[in-house]
Structures are given as C-alpha cells and as structure tokens.
C-alpha cells in the first residue's frame, strides 16, 4: 500500500485528535482508496484554524488559570496543520490577538486569556444563545430519507440540538417571514445543496450576514456537485454518500464546532 503523505495524514490526525479531546468514540479507519480519511472536517483557512486550535486549547486546560505545554512538531494537528511551521504561525496570531498568553519563563506552557475565554464562548454559543438548529434543504419526497434518517438525528439523537425545517413548523404568517423569523433564531445552519434549490443559497447567504455558521452538506455526485455555484464550491463540504454517512459526518462536524447541546443526553 502506498504511505500516506504529511498533508494526507494531517487531516485524520487532527480528526482523531478532537475525538480524543471530545471522548468520543473510537474512529475505524479502512485501507480504502482514499484511506477512509475524513477530508471534510479539516479546517481549510486560516480563520478556521485558529477558531479550532483555540476550542483545542480550551478542551486540553478547561480551568481557568490551566497552562498546556505545546510541542508544534506532536500538536500540529490540534490547529488542523499539517507542520509544526504551520502551528506556530496559528499559535502565534492567537498570541498577538490577546487570546492566549505564553509563560514568562517557560515560552513552551500557555493559557487562554479572558479574551481568549470570551472567544471560546463565542464559539461554542454559535453567536447566540439557543438549541435551534435551522436546516435548509430541498422539501421534496426525493430527500426524505436524508433529512429523517441523516440530517435530524444527528442534529436531535446524537448532539442535543433542535432541529427546525421550516415545512414541519405550522404558522399563519407570510412563510418568508417564518423563515426568516427561524434563521435569526437558530444558533447555527445546515445547508444541503444536493437538489441544488435556489432558495438554500438565500437562506445560507442570510445566515452568513448574521455572522453565523453555515454547515455545507451535498451528496457526493460529480454531477451534483458541478451544479453547486462557484460561489460557494470552495466551502468545506461534507460530501455524502447516504444517510448514514451523511448522519455520521455531520454529527462529527457539530461536535467538532460547537460541542454537545442542551438536549443531549448523557450516555447517548
């Protein structure tokens, strides 16, 4: 079997890593063409990164006052780099932002700041206090599966958020404004593009301007996904294979950015 490369590996590392901190279940990892690493969940961009190292940093020392000792070439995958060049850069604009601070006389040890704590709150509220979770997708027959046996039991069975699809909610009002009504009231979004529907680009667009979290989610079709816009194609998807996978990825992803929800159960 050919070996794996360092950017190759990076990402099943920091996975495996945030599973670790998260105490969550043990990942199978198959010999699979692609190794069965799980490419969707690594931070891409720089503000991802540094948003994930520094909810990393607060899960290794959960207690104020806590320092951590960093080794960059061991850690690197807790930023989701793939070098302990690349941590450094990450460690060090969480540093100059005044979120975390390094030990006068032991540059190895570190801790978070206040502002480095309101930060973390920051993200783990999803900007907002709330369990709601909007979820934006095709409302036709052809999806159910994915929405019932995926989307909403990740959501609800497996991280203890609400999921809220405008079509199940009975209103009297305009059903743009019930829309938009859920939108400012959801904590974070789940955007699934595999019907390609106009109306999931507006619904994640104004969650965006709200400075909120839109998670990207299409089947994994090469004809499904030429049709996303270049507009958002960049984005990290999670490419689904069915409603399994999709309910396994999308559970990772959440725990991964905002941890469990108020709903959750202990032992589930």
């Given at each position: 079997?050919?070996a794996l490369?360092s950017?190759?590996?990076?990402?099943?590392?920091a996975?495996?890593?945030?599973?670790?901190?998260?105490?969550?279940?043990?990942?199978?990892?198959?010999?699979?063409?692609n190794y069965?690493?799980?490419?969707?969940?690594?931070?891409r961009?720089i503000?991802?990164?540094?948003?994930?190292?520094?909810?990393?940093?607060?899960?290794?020392?959960?207690d104020?006052?806590?320092q951590?000792?960093?080794?960059?070439?061991?850690?690197?995958p807790?930023?989701?780099c793939t070098s302990?060049?690349?941590?450094?850069?990450?460690r060090?604009?969480?540093v100059?932002?005044?979120?975390?601070?390094?030990?006068?006389?032991?540059?190895?040890?570190h801790r978070?700041?206040?502002?480095?704590?309101?930060?973390?709150?920051?993200?783990?509220r999803?900007?907002?206090?709330s369990s709601?979770?909007?979820v934006?997708?095709?409302?036709?027959?052809?999806?159910?599966?994915a929405?019932k046996?995926?989307?909403?039991?990740?959501?609800e069975?497996?991280?203890?958020y609400k999921?809220?699809?405008?079509?199940?909610v009975?209103h009297?009002e305009?059903?743009?404004?019930r829309?938009?009504a859920?939108i400012?009231?959801s904590?974070f979004?789940?955007?699934?593009?595999s019907a390609?529907?106009?109306?999931?680009?507006?619904?994640?667009?104004?969650e965006?301007g709200?400075g909120?979290?839109?998670?990207?989610?299409?089947?994994?079709?090469?004809?499904?996904k030429k049709?996303?816009h270049?507009?958002i194609?960049?984005?990290?998807?999670?490419?689904?294979?069915?409603?399994?996978?999709l309910?396994?990825?999308l559970r990772?992803?959440?725990?991964?950015?905002?941890?469990?929800g108020?709903r959750?159960?202990?032992?589930k």
């Amino acid at each position: 079997m050919q070996a794996l490369t360092s950017v190759q590996k990076a990402p099943l590392m920091a996975v495996l890593r945030e599973r670790t901190l998260l105490k969550m279940a043990r990942l199978l990892v198959t010999t699979s063409a692609n190794y069965g690493i799980p490419q969707d969940t690594f931070a891409r961009t720089i503000p991802e990164k540094v948003n994930r190292f520094l909810l990393n940093l607060a899960r290794l020392a959960p207690d104020a006052g806590d320092q951590f000792a960093l080794d960059p070439e061991r850690d690197f995958p807790l930023g989701h780099c793939t070098s302990g060049q690349g941590l450094e850069h990450v460690r060090d604009i969480l540093v100059s932002g005044g979120w975390v601070e390094r030990d006068k006389t032991d540059d190895s040890l570190h801790r978070l700041t206040l502002a480095g704590w309101a930060r973390v709150a920051e993200l783990q509220r999803g900007a907002i206090d709330s369990s709601a979770v909007f979820v934006a997708m095709s409302f036709k027959p052809d999806w159910d599966a994915a929405w019932k046996e995926g989307i909403r039991p990740a959501i609800e069975e497996d991280c203890g958020y609400k999921a809220l699809r405008v079509d199940a909610v009975e209103h009297t009002e305009d059903i743009n404004d019930r829309i938009i009504a859920e939108i400012r009231r959801s904590k974070f979004m789940v955007a699934d593009f595999s019907a390609n529907p106009g109306g999931v680009y507006l619904e994640a667009g104004f969650e965006m301007g709200l400075g909120r979290t839109v998670i990207w989610t299409c089947q994994d079709n090469e004809e499904k996904k030429k049709a996303l816009h270049f507009d958002i194609s960049h984005y990290n998807f999670i490419f689904w294979k069915d409603p399994e996978d999709l309910r396994m990825r999308l559970r990772d992803r959440i725990l991964a950015l905002f941890g469990e929800g108020p709903r959750h159960e202990p032992g589930k």
